[in-house]
Every structure is written in structure tokens, then in C-alpha cells.
């Protein structure tokens, strides 16, 4: 099996690996690049627990081949926090108890940090669909949107 060497930023930092032929940008994530926030839910993008923002779009890992990445530009979960300081958004998670399992949690996180570059003041109608692709099985919504609408909120303060 042939192997294809990538380069392309990922959380801000410029990253080479080999990719298997075929190989999914969450196989590649989790195996060669070592970021194991992305969580394989489906694998066929149907949970959202592998999502990650490329390019500015959210965008499912498991339905992504590792080479298309080529020169390209990713934010992964990890890529949220700022050294040890959290994102204000896993920390609103943290104190809005909009965890449980975890399994979900790192594909909310980047979709609403997704949604939250594009539109700082959303609705709660908005966040919902926003986050729609993601499947959670353990909280209910209800804590991971009041969560999500808070950070919007600490966020515009700081603005």
C-alpha cells in the first residue's frame, strides 16, 4: 500500500505526515498526526464526532481521504484551547455540564466554534441547527445550546 506525504496547517502549526491511499483525514488525524480529539461516532458522517473546520467550513474527518488536505488549513478540538487557558466555549461546556460520555463533545465544540466565527450573537435557533449534525446520546441538547449561547455571550464581551 503506497503512501502519500502531506503538508498543511494544522492548528496553526504547519504539519507533515504520510498518508495511506484511502486513508480518512480522521484515521490520519488520530494515527499519524497523533490528535486524538476527533472521535470516529459512524464513519459515515452522519454523528458529527469527527468534525473539524476546514478551510473555514465544518466539515465531517471521516468523509475527508487524508491527502485532500494537501495544502490546506484545519482546526481540530485541540486546536480551541490557548496553552492552558480553555476556549471560552469548553469552558462554558465545563460549567454548563454539556458532557457526559465525551464521545460527542469535541464535534460540538469545533461546530459551534464554526458557527461562532461566522455569527458571534446567534439565536438559539440558530445554534441548534448549527449543531444538528451532531449526535449526542447522553446529555440531551438542552445543556450543549444554553452552553454554546453562553460562551456567545462572554465571547462578545471581550470583543
Do not use: W
Amino acid at each position: 500500500m503506497s503512501r502519500t506525504h502531506v503538508t498543511c496547517t494544522i492548528n496553526g502549526d504547519e504539519v507533515e505526515f504520510l498518508a495511506f491511499d484511502g486513508q480518512t483525514l480522521l484515521d490520519a488525524l488520530r494515527d499519524e498526526v497523533q490528535l486524538i480529539g476527533v472521535k470516529e461516532g459512524c464513519s459515515t458522517g452522519d454523528c458529527g464526532a469527527c468534525s473539524v473546520i476546514l478551510d473555514d467550513m465544518l466539515t465531517c474527518s471521516c468523509l475527508v481521504f487524508a491527502p485532500e488536505v494537501e495544502g490546506r488549513s484545519l482546526t481540530t478540538v485541540e486546536g480551541l484551547a490557548e496553552g492552558d487557558q480553555l476556549h471560552p466555549l469548553q469552558q462554558s461546556f465545563l460549567e454548563g455540564a454539556a458532557l457526559q460520555c465525551g464521545i460527542c463533545t469535541p464535534g460540538f465544540l469545533v461546530a459551534a466554534k464554526s458557527l461562532l466565527d461566522k455569527n458571534p450573537d446567534p439565536t438559539e435557533e440558530e445554534v441548534r441547527y448549527a449543531v444538528a449534525g451532531n449526535l449526542c446520546r447522553c446529555t440531551g441538547y438542552d445543556k450543549i445550546v444554553r452552553s454554546i449561547l453562553s460562551a456567545a455571550a462572554d465571547i462578545r464581551e471581550t470583543m
